[in-house]
């Protein structure tokens, strides 16, 4: 936890004494006496010998690595390496002079093992066994060491039965080995455009009142006959099942399941045999559904509520159908295991009893409880609908990435990955004890939010993904990649460290909490390196020294976009000084389209919504300024006449851009439009309709994405960002 940092101005900070006791208290830690830092200090030392084998261990592949175990003083101990295959690796034991401690009133001593440094890719574990006789009860309970079932560890070692005379087995204790490749294989071959969507906002004549995972696969193909190679997209983390549904997409319930609101309708009935009051059912809320496509305003509500009765409908057909496709969702539901049906447990605990779990009984809010349970088998037709929805939009998913692999891009789909979830949502229900209470994410104030950001998320606990084995962190990560060609990681820096708010505090009175970031980041590309995937890691605003150096060196690209990029006497950057790993972009979802940039649509936004921290006269200079530095670079590069339009600079903005180093280049599906709105205004909450405005044309209008992709503007958009 960090003390004093130094601001985006590099002035030093020091951090309050009240801010230092909140956070420590979300780590359950009593800072308020000296008595209870004490006691605390204390229980950190001795955490590691409270175990018989190391919570977590991070090994780079090929590297090799020494772990320490713990045992009762005198015992002697082996140290395997149990495969996740199912196989045992054997380890060498080495010097170890650290002398033996006590701790409760029990001796206890330390050995060190050296791992084989030619341990395959995976999630292991490292396993100490000791004989039965070799631990009092105490301290075998102390360290966690344990007797297995002989029969089991028997058989999963491959040997034969035992005959009933044979001694006692070993006790066993074990941790996590997460073994990571150095880098991802996947890397760009060549540099390419593709397109970046907020996939909401672009509803077409089949759209039931929201983009959905049809329209990605039209964006896609598009984008791919003029030579894009990705889509990236806006989260599609999970909201919740009932009303109102909170519209951003960075604030879900869930990071391991997907929103239900992206799935195809008209796919997902496909095979499907309906009774004839069925179908003209879906026909009377596809009706009514369409109608929302005209509408100024995204209605999620309405969109949801109407997948949601169709869904229904579409699940009891599927189930009494059967075949092949239900027997895949088995498999998908055995796959997905606890995790998924403590979501759809959620899901439809949320129907019954509110979306805020705080405000459930206290039996309710325990996924474990046995009254959790009983719900469980009460409603299990509910539950199994819920599960059987994330089966369905799997399979579209997958099917969007194989058809737009099929068309030409190289990428493909590349997810985004959410900082957080809602306090109330399904994670923060079933990952009680991962995450920390009393504190929220955010972010210190920089240039463009003054005030700093407060994301109202539970942070996951440092010491919770330790001695989880980082479980949390492969499950949600697992999931994000799955039917993605790339994955964009929004505000990286979180890997490293996070910026915690206390409970009632203001943004800017916050600290950083440092994670271990060579566990997080061998998470991430091992999970990657499985899904054969790029990674993409948004390093913009207050990002240290140490991320982008282990950026660089773990070949994980970062993001850079144009408005906040300058030379060093302040000119606009050179293309050709951008950096090669990397997603460049002219704009992003945070700020205006190009054309709403270049009419300083932010700067009128900010000044409405109070949201300055300087006269707005002075903010109006400075940004004339940085614009006037752009329209000269570009009239004396021969991209623009003397007076040109919004539009030619738009054009002209992306034709540079096109030539940038970076092997990425984005281009938003607003500026193909001519859209001048901003889809969000960071730091608002409802001053501003953030995350709910359908795509419009340059005069305001909704813009139907058949209209979009059939327009001259995104022709010379997609022309003018060709890379050369």
């Not at 055995?334 to 405000?359: K, M, N, V, Y």
Request: hydrophobic content about 40%; glycine content about 8%; aromatic content about 6%.
């Amino acid at each position: 936890m960090a003390t004093d940092y130094h601001d985006w101005r590099g002035e030093h900070v020091d951090v309050s004494a009240e801010t230092l006791i909140a956070v420590l208290r979300a780590l359950d830690v009593d800072a308020t006496t000296d008595e209870g830092v004490r006691d605390a200090l204390t229980a950190l030392d001795e955490r590691p010998w409270r175990r018989g084998a190391p919570a977590t261990t991070v090994v780079v592949a090929g590297s090799g690595a020494d772990v320490a175990v713990h045992v009762p003083d005198g015992a002697a101990v082996e140290v395997v390496v149990a495969l996740e295959s199912g196989e045992e690796r054997s380890t060498e034991q080495i010097d170890n002079w650290t002398p033996p401690r006590e701790v409760d009133g029990v001796r206890l001593g330390e050995a060190s093992f050296r791992l084989p440094d030619d341990l395959p890719l995976g999630w292991h574990r490292v396993v100490a066994r000791i004989a039965a006789d070799a631990a009092p009860p105490e301290a075998a309970e102390l360290l966690g060491y344990a007797a297995l079932r002989g029969r089991a560890r028997r058989r999963n070692r491959g040997e034969a039965e035992a005959p009933a005379e044979t001694a006692p087995a070993p006790l066993e204790a074990s941790g996590a080995l997460i073994v990571a490749p150095a880098a991802p294989s996947r890397t760009v071959d060549e540099a390419g455009w593709g397109l970046m969507a907020q996939l909401y906002q672009a509803r077409s004549a089949g759209s039931w009142g929201i983009g959905d995972l049809a329209d990605l696969r039209a964006i896609g193909e598009w984008g791919a006959g003029r030579g894009a190679g990705f889509v990236l997209v806006n989260p599609f983390h999970a909201p919740s099942p009932v009303t109102p549904i909170e519209p951003s997409p960075y604030l879900p319930t869930s990071r391991r399941f997907m929103d239900p609101s992206i799935i195809r309708i008209d796919d997902a009935a496909a095979g499907l045999e309906l009774e004839p009051q069925v179908a003209q059912r879906l026909d009377e809320l596809a009706s009514y559904a369409k109608q929302q496509n005209a509408a100024d305003v995204i209605d999620r509500d309405a969109a949801w509520l109407a997948k949601r009765e169709a869904l229904g409908h579409l699940f009891v057909a599927a189930r009494a159908q059967g075949g092949e496709r239900w027997n895949d969702f088995g498999r998908y539901v055995d796959e997905q295991g606890e995790g998924l049906i403590d979501f759809a447990t959620w899901s439809a605990l949320c129907e019954q009893a509110g979306p805020a779990w705080q405000d459930w009984p206290e039996e309710l809010r325990d996924p474990r409880a046995e009254t959790v349970e009983a719900f469980r088998q009460q409603h299990a037709d509910r539950v199994e609908f819920y599960c059987w929805v994330q089966f369905v939009i799997r399979e579209q998913s997958d099917a969007t990435q194989r058809a737009l692999r099929e068309a030409g891009m190289p990428i493909g789909v590349m997810h985004d990955l959410a900082v957080g979830v809602h306090p109330s949502g399904a994670d923060a229900w079933a990952l009680r004890g991962e995450l920390a209470r009393g504190v929220s994410v955010g972010a210190p104030p920089d240039a463009f939010n003054q005030l700093g950001q407060n994301w109202s998320q539970p942070p996951l606990r440092p010491d919770a993904l330790e001695r989880t084995g980082y479980a949390p962190l492969r499950d949600m990560l697992r999931a994000s990649f799955a039917g993605a060609g790339a994955l964009r990681i929004d505000h990286i820096l979180g890997l490293f460290r996070l910026w915690w708010i206390p409970e009632g505090a203001g943004a800017d009175e916050g600290t950083y909490i440092a994670y271990d970031h060579e566990a997080t980041l061998g998470v991430l590309l091992l999970e990657a390196e499985r899904a054969g995937a790029l990674v993409v890691g948004e390093d913009l605003g207050v990002v240290s020294d140490l991320t982008r150096e282990q950026m660089a060196a773990r070949r994980i690209y970062g993001t850079q976009i144009m408005w906040f990029e300058q030379e060093p006497d302040g000119a606009p950057k050179r293309p050709e000084h951008y950096r090669e790993e990397c997603l460049a972009t002219v704009t992003t979802h945070d700020l205006p389209p190009t054309a709403g940039y270049l009419e300083l649509a932010h700067v009128a936004l900010r000044d409405r919504l109070g949201l300055l921290t300087r006269p707005v006269e002075e903010e109006l200079a400075s940004e004339r300024a940085l614009l006037d530095g752009y329209v000269r670079v570009l009239r004396e590069e021969g991209l623009v006449g003397d007076a040109p339009t919004t539009e030619e600079l738009v054009e002209a903005l992306h034709r540079r851009m096109a030539g940038c180093a970076s092997r990425l280049f984005g281009v938003a599906l607003a500026d193909l439009a001519g859209d001048r709105r901003s889809i969000n205004q960071p730091g608002t909450y409802r001053e501003h309709p953030n995350w709910t405005l359908p795509l419009a044309d340059p005069d305001g209008r909704v813009l139907p994405l058949e209209e979009l992709l059939a327009s001259p503007l995104a022709a010379r958009l997609a022309e003018a960002s060709q890379r050369r």
